[in-house]
T-cell receptor
Framework: KAGVTQTPRYLIKTRGQQVTLSCSPI?????VSWYQQTPGQGLQFLFE???????NKGNFPGRFSGRQFSNSRSEMNVSTLELGDSALYLC???????????FGNGTRLTVT | QKEVEQNSGPLSVPEGAIASLNCTYS??????FFWYRQYSGKSPELIMS????GDKEDGRFTAQLNKASQYVSLLIRDSQPSDSATYLC????????????FGSGTRLLVRP
């Protein structure tokens, strides 16, 4: 069974630009979560989607948004990029509540 | 107080020894507990899941959960240099918030 697939693997953007990251979950997994990982803050929860509905959102500004499609694939968007948005963005899928998350390889975003 | 706390380490053990990693959490209603391993530059990989008090063994790994004391631990027997990584504790709050809260991780170094 294929794992969680994230694209692209690396991105370099300039301040003020916007970026869209993509995630395809494990087949059969309807829950998709997004995390930001930085050396100083560790893994920070961004949001979680299930059946195209955002069920929970972390403490991030409105510049961070996401969506989930009917095939469970998900995208997250960051607008008006700031230097502090440089991080590893991880997508994870699961079967649902109380189930473990399975992570993709991540997208490393660098904002210059 | 952080929701999930881990000693950042590094925890240094000789090859063949038992490595003991600890994690405490603040929400008494938490129901699901997970250990992830993350190698430098890679994404987190699920090692163990534990849901009820007591021990759960899988190969060289044993997870221990004590809900009354609000801690969960991971024992790695016969530690190998390849076990050198950061170990992340993750807790599901169990309040239908649909998110895992991660500790900041403990860095483990296994000396040959």
């Amino acid at each position: 069974k294929a794992g969680v697939t994230q694209t692209p693997r690396y991105l370099i953007k300039t301040r003020g630009q916007q970026v869209t990251l993509s995630c395809s979950p494990i087949s059969g997994h309807r829950s998709v979560s997004w995390y930001q990982q930085t050396p100083g803050q560790g893994l920070q929860f961004l949001f979680e989607y299930f059946s195209e509905t955002q069920r929970n959102k972390g403490n991030f500004p409105g510049r961070f948004s996401g969506r989930q499609f009917s095939n469970s694939r998900s995208e997250m968007n960051v607008s008006t990029l700031e230097l502090g948005d440089s991080a590893l963005y991880l997508c994870a899928s699961s079967l649902g509540e109380n189930s473990p998350l399975h992570f993709g390889n991540g997208t490393r975003l660098t904002v210059t | 107080q952080k929701e999930v706390e881990q000693n950042s380490g590094p925890l240094s053990v000789p090859e063949g020894a038992i490595a003991s990693l600890n994690c405490t959490y603040s929400d008494r209603g938490s129901q699901s507990f997970f250990w992830y391993r993350q190698y430098s530059g890679k994404s987190p990989e699920l090692i163990m899941s534990i849901y009820s008090n007591g021990d759960k063994e899988d190969g060289r790994f044993t997870a221990q959960l004590n809900k009354a004391s609000q801690y969960v631990s991971l024992l790695i027997r016969d530690s190998q240099p390849s076990d050198s990584a950061t170990y992340l504790c993750a807790v599901n709050k169990g309040d239908s918030s649909y998110k895992l809260i991660f500790g900041s991780g403990t860095r483990l170094l296994v000396r040959p």
